[in-house]
């Protein structure tokens, strides 16, 4: 499986990256691109570059992506993901620098490049796909498929009562990918909302593990002592990971073909997911049921090596 990644690191980002750097068997990483969202772009850019070093991808390019939503004021988490959005815990930087392209403009041009070869796992806000979609009309069929990380079908949001940050941070963007007609599998939290972790778990991380294994106990002891905070709770969610792991492997999850649609019109709902059986329009698919025990156990194997 060849891989565009859409990311905007971001502890669970962070960790998505880990889990994919252990598949390197299966999944090949073919580059970068960075969104607004957790961090402003540019810092995304420059902890997507941090991490890749971590794990020896120093030859996957980075390309900076959108600066802001399509339509409203920026708004990032440094309040979940530390002033850097790596917890302050990840080191000095990269020695390398973006690639001169942006993310949209690098992944329409590995899309025509290797048509139906792409798959795209976007754990950001979907303003880089979106944009890549209106230079790239052909964009749904020129990839192989697209799995994002957003969405809160059924639940309630993170962000809002309503709505989960990805879709919240860019839910013009999210309307637009999600109907787009993609062969697109929707991580939402319905599902991330069943894989929480607790202290426990996170120092298991560290007894036998590899170098990076300590610096991701590091970043979920941050996240663990923020949701502690934020929202008295002794776990924390994992969310990125999951959508990296179900894209790996399928048959983690069961799916259902969907019809979605993004509120953006009501200021108190907006970014709000609905899913329904609409005939006619584009379908994506959503998550069932998911094997949970499964993919937090790949998970601590990725970040113990
Ligand atoms: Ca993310």
Redesign the pocket.
């Given at each position: 499986m060849r891989i565009v990644l859409d990311?905007?690191p971001?502890i669970?980002?962070a960790l998505a990256i880990f889990y994919l750097a252990a598949h390197r068997d299966v999944a090949e990483l073919v580059a970068v691109g960075s969104v607004h969202?957790?961090v402003p772009s540019p810092t995304a850019a420059a902890n997507a570059l941090r991490l890749l070093d971590r794990v020896g991808w120093t030859e996957v390019p980075v390309a900076v992506g959108a600066h802001q939503p399509l339509a409203q004021e920026l708004s990032t988490g440094e309040v979940v993901h530390g002033g850097d959005g790596l917890a302050g815990v990840a080191g000095p930087p990269s020695s390398r620098a973006p690639v001169s392209v942006s993310a949209a403009e690098q992944l329409v041009g590995l899309a025509r490049a290797h048509p139906g070869e792409l798959t795209v796992i976007a754990?950001?806000p979907l303003t880089n796909i979106a944009l890549a979609a209106l230079i790239e009309p052909e964009l749904p069929e020129l990839l192989r498929s697209v799995t994002v990380?957003g969405g809160a079908i059924g639940t309630t949001g993170n962000i809002t009562p309503h709505a989960e940050a990805?879709i919240w941070h860019d839910p013009e963007a999210a309307a637009l990918v999600l109907g787009k007609g993609f062969d697109l599998t929707l991580v939402g939290l319905e599902v991330t909302a069943t894989a929480q972790v607790d202290a426990a778990w996170v120092e298991d991380l560290t007894g036998s593990g590899g170098p990076n294994a300590g610096f991701a106990a590091d970043l979920l002891r941050h996240y663990l002592g923020v949701y502690s905070r934020l929202l008295g709770q002794d776990t924390c969610y994992l969310h990125?990971p999951l959508a990296v792991a179900v894209t790996l492997d399928p048959g983690l999850a069961a799916t259902r073909d969907l019809v979605v649609d993004v509120e953006l019109r009501d200021p108190d709902t907006r970014g709000k997911t609905t899913a329904s059986e609409s005939a006619g329009r584009p379908a994506v698919k959503t998550l069932d049921q998911f094997d949970v025990t499964t993919c937090l156990n790949r998970l601590a194997a990725a970040l113990r090596r």
């Open positions: 990311t905007d971001g669970d980002d969202g957790n754990l950001g990380m990805n990125d």
